[in-house]
């Protein structure tokens, strides 16, 4: 479990810079579709990871 929380603690720290660059650029600039991307991949490795969690036995 230590491992989501880690996980979501980056995904707010993520969310947060992807809002910022938004505010500054708009939606479509670069920075904002790559930070966008990183949230992405984070959010998926989330969703994995706590789907393999549920599956275990407990």
Avoid: A, F, W
């Avoid at 670069?30 to 407990?58: A, F, G, H």
Wanted: proline share 3%; aromatic share 2%.
């Amino acid at each position: 479990m230590r491992r989501l929380e880690c996980i979501q603690k980056r995904m707010e720290s993520e969310r947060m810079k992807l809002n910022l660059l938004e505010q500054r650029h708009g939606v479509l600039h670069p920075s904002v579709i790559r930070q966008s991307m990183k949230l992405d991949e984070l959010i998926n490795e989330y969703n994995k990871l706590e789907s393999c969690t549920r599956k275990e036995p407990t």
